[in-house]
């Protein structure tokens, strides 16, 4: 079992198997805190992630659902330690909604991340400098820092695992052809073009693959999208983001089968990853 998939994934998985377990006992809600002598609500807010579990209460329902396996046990209460670790993330919390810094969350814990991106660069791929030019011509001067500083820790922290997430973005051919950054210094796109590609090359985990504009209208036309997988049986999680609307779905809900339909399209339609390395130093080239 992993265990640098920080403290929001390891509450899922410790949630999520409490949940299973709970259901394979053929035990409601209610039964089990009327036994434990809880209120209802207690168990409510442990398993929807209201309120931490403490050894005493993960025990208690250890024995209560029959739970004797050590090697089942050791790893429930691995969970609930990591769990209850901090966050680096809530260094932000002054900065970021909750709501992104819950996603942030998530993707610092996933196994696989898959991402469309139709007019930016992915945010893991981004260097300093597209980065904060990108972000000077969204929010006020005075957010610029703390938005590039979380982007780029959010990189750092994926490689910093021991075994980093295979990561997929494809993205319109759009994302490659705007030069960002072109009154501040030209040469900010054209190094992250081959910033993009250089990591292409050394990362075998990352793959980059480009929607060319002859491939006319396809389904990332209605905006960006992320998609998390994760080890553990956690359930897939669908990400969306318009700029004014944050929202997450996870588990089977249909939009989550959806948007990976949506993306087995895009890869469908994409330039292979060579092509799209050579068009990224291409696109590069001409604009240096």
Do not use: C
Request: without cysteine.
């Amino acid at each position: 079992m992993a265990v640098d998939q920080g403290p929001v994934v390891q509450s899922a998985m410790l949630r999520s198997d409490l949940v299973r377990i709970r259901r394979e006992r053929s035990l409601t809600q209610e039964q089990v805190a009327e036994q434990l002598e809880w209120s209802p609500s207690k168990l409510i807010r442990v398993e929807g992630g209201r309120s931490s579990i403490t050894k005493v209460d993960l025990d208690a329902l250890l024995a209560l659902y029959g739970v004797t396996s050590e090697s089942q046990r050791e790893r429930l209460h691995a969970l609930n330690r990591g769990a209850r670790a901090r966050a680096w993330w809530n260094e932000f919390k002054s900065e970021s909604p909750p709501t992104y810094l819950n996603y942030v969350g998530y993707e610092a814990g996933a196994a696989f991340i898959r991402q469309f991106q139709p007019s930016v660069v992915p945010g893991l791929l981004q260097t300093r400098e597209y980065s904060e030019a990108q972000t000077a011509a969204l929010v006020s001067e005075a957010k610029v820092g703390a938005a590039v500083n979380l982007r780029m820790r959010r990189q750092e922290e994926l490689a910093k695992r021991s075994t980093p997430p295979r990561r997929y973005f494809v993205v319109d051919e759009a994302v490659i052809r705007r030069h960002v950054g072109k009154n501040r210094d030209p040469a900010i796109m054209p190094a992250q073009l081959r910033h993009i590609a250089d990591m292409t090359e050394q990362d075998d985990r990352l793959t980059f693959r480009i929607v060319p504009f002859e491939a006319g209208e396809h389904p990332g036309l209605t905006g960006a999208f992320t998609l998390l997988e994760f080890d553990g049986g956690l359930s897939n999680m669908l990400y969306l983001d318009t700029g004014r609307e944050i929202s997450m779905v996870m588990g089977d809900d249909p939009e989550v089968g959806r948007f990976a339909a949506d993306f087995e399209t895009l890869l469908e339609v994409a330039l292979s990853a060579e092509e799209s390395r050579e068009l990224l130093l291409s696109a590069a080239e001409e604009m240096s």
